[in-house]
């Protein structure tokens, strides 16, 4: 089961703060990260859309 981009956001969100910008240590969830994250997070959104699902799922061929 893929996770969808709230969860991705909340599990980035407990992770270790170890982003610089400028110099100065910023949280995972700063506002400077919020146009990443959400590029990001489409990706997870296109998985459930059948417009965009072939082309983002693919079968690992470790299964």
């Known amino acids: 089961m893929v ?5 991705y956001i909340k599990d980035l969100g ?3 703060s170890n982003l610089y910008y400028d110099g100065k240590e910023i949280d995972r969830l700063d506002d400077l990260q ?3 994250l959400n590029t990001i ?5 296109a998985f459930d859309d059948p417009e965009y699902k072939d082309l ?4 690992s061929h470790l299964t």
């Open 3 to 7: 996770r969808t981009k709230e969860q």
């Open 14 to 16: 407990k992770m270790k």
């Open 34 to 36: 919020m146009d990443c």
């Open 41 to 45: 997070g489409t990706t997870f959104e």
């Open 56 to 59: 983002v799922q693919v079968k």
